[in-house]
């Protein structure tokens, strides 16, 4: 059994950039990792997370023979969610309750060939944002905004400019969300094109050996058609 890792929350204070005092947004929450996983080992990963929140794992297998991983997630109770087996990807939400939510990469079917494995956890509804969305408001009343001088920002209150905040953080998101994805396709199938790329490359070298062997056997037996072994007699 692998190492036990422990995610931590990353926090993003996205407000802060507009109000210096503020106490800031909590989007979404999300971090990606990319490991190894040897032949024959597995590794599991610990996630700790509140009441009624979402949980979104996806994951992929950006190298490897076969492209494949068997993928376990479990409650905090130890009851089994999702088990997979030899999948190249999956995308899984889950509404929690409070504890430690359990996942992990088995790669023990495989007795030679080690795994490159690329996965993405989404955080939402941690439970904080609210109370925080309620405690920047009070930062944003007179001349606390930044000398924001556009007519339309300074008619809005402060519901409008939260509005506007959640909307610029939430698409924000969904990008940086896309961009993980696409890289990690990238990397999948730039390992598949450099492993066709090697295959080529030594078939090509065992069929070049092929032919200059077979024309050297052609040539000797031509040869040898024209020779005369018969004895001269004087």
């Not at 024959?40 to 494949?68: H, N, R, T, W």
């Not at 690329?118 to 609210?130: P, W």
């Not at 000398?147 to 509005?163: P, Q, R, T």
Request: proline share 3%; aromatic share 10%; with cysteine.
């Amino acid at each position: 059994m692998g190492d036990k890792t422990w995610l931590p929350f990353p926090v993003v204070l996205l407000a802060a950039l507009l109000l210096p005092r503020a106490a800031g947004f909590t989007p979404s929450l999300d971090s990606d990792f990319t490991f190894t996983l040897p032949a024959g080992q597995k590794e599991c990963f610990y996630q700790p997370m509140p009441l009624k929140a979402s949980l979104e794992i996806e994951y992929q297998v950006l190298d490897g023979a076969g492209l494949d991983i068997d993928f376990h997630l479990a409650s905090p109770e130890g009851k089994t969610l999702v088990f997979e087996q030899r999948k190249s990807d999956g995308v899984h939400t889950i509404e929690t309750e409070v504890g430690d939510y359990m996942f992990c990469f088995d790669n023990t079917f495989s007795t030679i060939s080690e795994k490159v494995i690329f996965f993405e956890l989404i955080l939402d509804n941690m439970g904080e944002q609210e109370q925080e969305q309620e405690d920047w408001k009070k930062y944003i009343t007179g001349t606390d905004m930044l000398d924001m001088k556009l007519e339309d920002i300074l008619m809005c209150n402060s519901d409008c400019i939260l509005e506007s905040i959640n909307s610029i953080k939430s698409r924000l998101s969904k990008s940086g969300h896309i961009q993980t994805l696409l890289r990690a396709f990238e990397a999948r199938d730039r390992n598949i094109q450099e492993s066709n790329f090697d295959r080529v490359n030594f078939w090509s070298m065992v069929n070049l050996v092929v032919m200059v062997v077979v024309s050297a056997i052609q040539v000797y037996m031509l040869k040898s058609l024209f020779e005369d072994k018969r004895k001269s007699r004087t």
